[in-house]
Nanobody, 125 residues
């Protein structure tokens, strides 16, 4: 069982930056691929970024590539999402998710085993 708690959301102006954190409980964090998703009001949850269990492999949605960076610290059992050059269209609730896997970096929400409660990000124009 893994519990995930996101933090770091808030209100920021266009062009600003935020760093989201996802703190995990449990002893096997390093066996999980970690993903970030977001959901804007009235829209479906969408993939943002994923990092492999070791941190050696990452993938991003086209909409955030070059602006967002996903990382992890297995010793601290924490995943991060550094968000730069934020745009109003980045406004959403951001969720981290964990997938027990050392083989895959899934992009589909249905493939993840555990989810956090989300943290809100608002980018003002």
């Amino acid at each position: 069982q893994v519990q995930l708690v996101e933090s770091g959301g808030g209100l920021v102006q266009t062009g600003g930056s935020l760093r989201l954190s996802c703190a995990a409980s449990g002893r096997t964090f390093s066996s999980y691929a970690m993903g970030w998703f977001r959901q804007a009001p009235g829209k479906e949850r969408e993939f943002v970024a994923v990092i492999s269990y070791s941190g050696s492999s990452t993938a991003y949605a086209d909409s955030v590539r070059g602006r967002f960076t996903i990382s992890r610290d297995n010793a601290k059992k924490t995943a991060y999402l550094q968000m730069n050059s934020l745009k109003p269209e980045d406004t959403a609730d951001y969720y981290c998710a964990a997938k027990r896997s050392v083989l895959t970096t899934p992009r589909a929400a249905r493939d993840y085993d555990y989810w956090g409660q989300g943290t809100q990000v608002t980018v003002s124009s």
